[in-house]
């Protein structure tokens, strides 16, 4: 209440704008009806989300005249999209090892869990930004290439501290829903190891075993000359061999979480693993450097050498500091190595060896399928990745 001139003037009271309570809490009401939707309706979503991306790899993937930036477009939000979903599946019971092991370092360290997070969405994203950035000119899309891998290759060094000084265990790009569903290192291995206890190694019942013949039923043992019957098959039309291989405890599943990737205490180990994570960094500042001249083999020489020295170094360490050699590795680091040796050979689909040999057979093999029925539209499309493994970057890099 105020006072002017002898008289009180009642202060009229301050109005507040608010809004309802209902319309506050939407968003967060229709995120939750569908986040249970996606989980009560895992199969049909993904039967969706396959459909669609099926349909992506035959969209026009670019031209010299077609831009490929609306069909990249479309396949970078399906993929993050896909990723969103899988987050919010519940995980299977039990984990693969190699989930156990990342859920293990995400617990460990907040920052592995958030550099694992970016580095996914950089992977998802790469090519539309170096896309969107090649519109500006070739010096800017060099400039925001050789940002790219810097920002990877830094995500990657603070999850090999976040580890422990581990190695960076790469889960790759759309195996998060396979992860998920518990189809990983484990159940390979334990099916594996089934297999194994078999006389006949790949023999699942269901036909002749090596050394019987198909004159009878089951399989005729070489001293007695009995024969021992057919497994029989369930009622889903799996084999008894699959059905108990998938029951089959392995050592990794026995061990503890930490203990499924071992630590590189040693320098040349250390300088492996910089030198694996590095790699894409050097290549792509040697391909800014000579971006003028596709066909020069520098840049192709230097990252292919730094590749192989890495993983030949990496060997060697194994070898002598890990009893067995690579036999005395876990599951998880054993598929890592060979994870990475595959990626050699993602070598001849880049720089001026493509460009100087494997985009001649490519172009040829193409050639030859014209005019012919429904083979033509497989040349087509060879065409249209072809013009993407020639013109952008990362259609072909492995990290």
Same mark, same amino acid.
């Given at each position: 209440?105020?006072v002017e001139n002898g008289h009180s003037i009642k202060s009229k009271p301050t109005t507040h704008l608010t809004l309802p309570?209902?319309?506050?809490?939407?968003?967060?009401?229709?995120?939750?009806?569908?986040?249970?939707?996606?989980?009560?309706?895992?199969?049909?979503? @993904?039967?969706?989300?396959?459909?669609?991306? @099926?349909?992506?790899?035959?969209?026009?993937?670019?031209?010299?005249?077609? @831009? !490929?930036?609306?069909?990249?477009?479309?396949?970078?939000?399906?993929?993050?999209?896909?990723?969103?979903?899988?987050?919010?599946?519940?995980?299977?019971?039990? !984990?693969?090892?190699?989930?156990?092991?990342?859920?293990?370092?995400?617990?460990?360290? #907040?920052?592995? $869990?958030?550099?694992?997070? %970016?580095?996914?969405?950089?992977?998802?994203?790469?090519?539309?930004?170096? +896309?969107?950035? /090649?519109?500006?000119?070739?010096?800017?899309?060099?400039?925001?290439?050789?940002?790219?891998?810097?920002?990877?290759?830094?995500?990657?060094?603070? +999850?090999?501290?976040?580890?422990?000084?581990?190695?960076?265990?790469?889960?790759?790009?759309?195996?998060?829903?396979?992860?998920?569903?518990?189809?990983?290192?484990?159940?390979?291995?334990?099916?594996?190891?089934?297999?194994?206890?078999? $006389?006949?190694?790949?023999?699942?019942?269901?036909?002749?075993?090596?050394?019987?013949?198909?004159?009878?039923?089951?399989?005729?043992m070489p001293r007695t000359g009995m024969r021992l019957p057919v497994l029989p098959v369930l009622s889903n039309g799996e084999?008894?061999?699959?059905?108990?291989?998938?029951?089959?405890?392995?050592?990794?599943?026995? /061990?503890?979480?930490?203990?499924?990737?071992?630590?590189?205490?040693?320098?040349?180990?250390?300088?492996?693993?910089? %030198?694996?994570?590095?790699? !894409?960094?050097?290549?792509?500042?040697?391909?800014?450097?000579?971006?003028?001249?596709?066909?020069?083999?520098?840049?192709?020489?230097?990252?292919?050498? %730094?590749?192989?020295?890495?993983?030949?170094?990496?060997?060697?360490?194994?070898?002598?500091?890990?009893?067995?050699?690579?036999?005395?590795? @876990?599951?998880?680091?054993?598929?890592? +190595? #060979?994870?990475?040796?595959?990626?050699?050979?993602?070598?001849? +689909?880049?720089?001026?060896?493509? $460009?100087?040999?494997?985009?001649?057979?490519?172009?040829?093999?193409?050639?030859?399928? /014209?005019?012919?029925?429904?083979?033509? %539209?497989?040349?087509?499309?060879?065409?249209?990745?072809?013009?993407?493994?020639?013109?952008?970057?990362?259609?072909?890099?492995?990290?």
């Open positions: 209440m105020a309570t209902d319309l506050l809490s939407l968003p967060t009401h229709y995120l939750n009806t569908y986040k249970t939707f996606v989980r009560q309706n895992t199969s049909r979503i @993904s039967q969706i989300e396959s459909t669609l991306r @099926s349909l992506t790899y035959l969209l026009p993937t670019g031209t010299a005249s077609h @831009s !490929p930036l609306p069909s990249e477009t479309l396949h970078t939000l399906l993929a993050l999209l896909t990723a969103y979903h899988t987050s919010l599946l519940p995980s299977p019971h039990p !984990p693969s090892p190699r989930a156990r092991y990342q859920d293990w370092c995400a617990r460990q360290s #907040k920052v592995y $869990e958030r550099c694992r997070a %970016m580095l996914r969405t950089l992977q998802y994203t790469q090519l539309l930004v170096e +896309m969107v950035a /090649k519109r500006a000119g070739e010096s800017v899309r060099w400039r925001v290439v050789v940002l790219l891998e810097v920002v990877k290759a830094v995500l990657r060094v603070a +999850m090999g501290r976040g580890s422990g000084g581990r190695m960076v265990v790469e889960t790759g790009v759309g195996d998060e829903r396979g992860e998920k569903r518990g189809v990983g290192d484990g159940e390979g291995d334990a099916t594996a190891a089934a297999g194994e206890a078999e $006389e006949g190694v790949g023999w699942d019942g269901m036909g002749d075993a090596p050394g019987g013949d198909s004159e009878g039923a089951g399989w005729k084999s008894v061999t699959e059905f108990l291989g998938k029951r089959v405890i392995g050592a990794d599943e026995v /061990k503890s979480a930490r203990r499924l990737v071992r630590r590189i205490e040693t320098v040349q180990g250390q300088v492996a693993e910089l %030198m694996w994570i590095l790699r !894409p960094v050097a290549y792509a500042l040697a391909l800014q450097r000579y971006q003028g001249n596709r066909r020069d083999w520098r840049p192709w020489a230097l990252g292919l050498a %730094m590749e192989v020295a890495a993983r030949q170094l990496l060997k060697r360490d194994v070898n002598e500091n890990v009893v067995g050699g690579l036999r005395g590795l @876990s599951g998880v680091e054993r598929d890592e +190595m #060979k994870s990475r040796g595959w990626d050699v050979a993602w070598w001849g +689909m880049r720089g001026s060896f493509y $460009e100087n040999v494997t985009r001649t057979w490519i172009q040829g093999f193409a050639g030859r399928l /014209k005019g012919k029925p429904l083979l033509d %539209m497989v040349g087509v499309v060879i065409e249209d990745y072809d013009y993407l493994w020639g013109e952008y970057y990362f259609p072909t890099a492995t990290l």
